[in-house]
């Protein structure tokens, strides 16, 4: 289970913006392994995971967008039922609180990568072992 790097940029909250974001990426080849979006004090905000960190920051910061780069756990989890709360059992039993997660399925899936954004990575990693 890997420490990944996590992109967050501060977006116009607007139709077509997202689709502006993706698109940036897309051209530089960079592939959105996992995404979310919300809006926070009326402006877009979009978190992500990429298989290119480096390019993602480049393209993003060429159409000025504000980002900031976090590391965040990755746990890839069965997708059954019951598979988050042992996940998340184990955290809170080493007294790890996650700021927030976000996973995404298809429904096909055997498998899903949770992403976990706690204060102690190292600490998190270890407690899943």
């Known amino acids: 289970m ?3 790097k996590q992109i967050s940029a501060w977006v116009t909250d607007r139709p077509g913006v997202m689709g502006e974001v993706a698109d ?3 051209r ?3 592939s959105i392994r996992a995404f979310m979006a919300s809006v926070l004090d009326g402006r877009g905000f979009l978190r992500m995971v990429v298989d ?3 390019a993602a920051r480049r393209a993003l910061t060429a159409h000025g967008w504000e980002i900031t780069e976090d590391e965040v756990v990755e ?3 069965p997708d059954r ?3 988050l709360g042992e996940v998340a059992d184990r955290l809170g039993a080493k007294g790890i609180n996650v700021q927030y997660a976000y996973v995404g399925t298809a429904g096909s899936a055997k498998q899903v990568n949770l992403y976990l954004a706690v204060a102690d990575v190292a600490a998190a990693l270890r ?3």
């Open 52 to 54: 290119k960190p480096a």
């Open 2 to 4: 890997p420490r990944v």
């Open 81 to 83: 039922p019951g598979a």
């Open 24 to 26: 940036a990426l897309g």
């Open 127 to 129: 407690a899943l072992r």
């Open 75 to 77: 746990v890839t989890l």
């Open 28 to 30: 530089k080849g960079v």
